[in-house]
């Protein structure tokens, strides 16, 4: 991670499956190369972060609409780049959706709920007129272009139409889902699963998502894939997705 923070230097990134509690995540080593931080960790499972080399103000740090969902998947704040007016501020939330499966356990019913309470806060976060970016692993695959293989996947919880149809609802808000905005194209991946030769071979699914509100679409100048990290040793088995607002 320190490697391609270092390489890429983007201004704000967007972590999920962090996978420790806030403690003991590595702030100093972060915070070395000039970012400030926004933890919601979680022990072994879950847990979500932004990392941003502008001012961070942290908004929120649960998805609302249920007070009792403990698990660590959303975190919101504000960033504040140099410069002044409304504009300049861009408000981000890293989202780890809930992957679902299996679909014949309470795991499904779940994940379709927390992206419904996702849709209700995005709906009040559109009101508000800003730059906004809803970014990170929503563990769905919009359509069958998304999928290397979508007979073998379509019951799978990323490709259940449920769970599209609930990724559809997020867009009919008038969210811009930022690299297919750029690449109508098929075969765009950012998650390969580590057995089965499946990178090598580039049978992939695309579940990781830049959704921008009106405001931020109208500054979107580029989105890519960056495959880079997928190629080193021990890799995670998601690579990121970015996206470039014009200032």
Not at 81 to 106: H, M, Q
Not at 153 to 159: E, P
Request: glycine share 6%; aromatic share 8%; with cysteine.
């Amino acid at each position: 991670m320190l490697d391609w923070l270092r390489e890429a230097a983007p201004d704000v990134a967007l972590l999920q499956e962090i996978k420790t509690v806030a403690e003991d995540f590595p702030r100093l080593e972060i915070e070395d190369l000039g970012y400030n931080l926004a933890v919601v960790g979680q022990k072994t499972y879950n847990g979500v972060a932004i990392l941003s080399k502008h001012p961070l103000n942290v908004e929120c740090t649960a998805l609302p609409g249920d007070a009792e969902d403990a698990q660590a998947r959303y975190v919101e704040a504000l960033v504040e780049p140099p410069g002044t007016g409304r504009r300049k501020v861009l408000r981000v939330a890293s989202i780890y959706a809930p992957n679902g499966n299996p679909v014949d356990s309470d795991k499904f019913p779940y994940k379709l709920l927390w992206l419904s309470r996702l849709r209700a806060h995005a709906r009040g976060l559109l009101k508000l007129e800003e730059t906004l970016v809803l970014g990170g692993d929503y563990n769905v695959a919009p359509t069958d272009d998304d999928v290397y293989d979508p007979v073998a996947w379509r019951d799978d919880a990323l490709c259940r139409p449920e769970s599209r149809d609930a990724f559809r609802a997020l867009l009919h808000l008038g969210l811009t889902d930022a690299l297919r905005a750029l690449h109508p194209e098929a075969g765009l991946y950012t998650y390969w699963d580590y057995q089965g030769g499946r990178w090598a071979r580039d049978e992939g699914l695309r579940i990781d998502h830049l959704l921008l509100s009106p405001q931020a679409a109208d500054r979107l100048t580029a989105a890519e894939v960056d495959r880079a990290p997928r190629r080193k040793e021990r890799p995670s088995d998601h690579t990121p997705v970015w996206c470039e607002l014009d200032s």
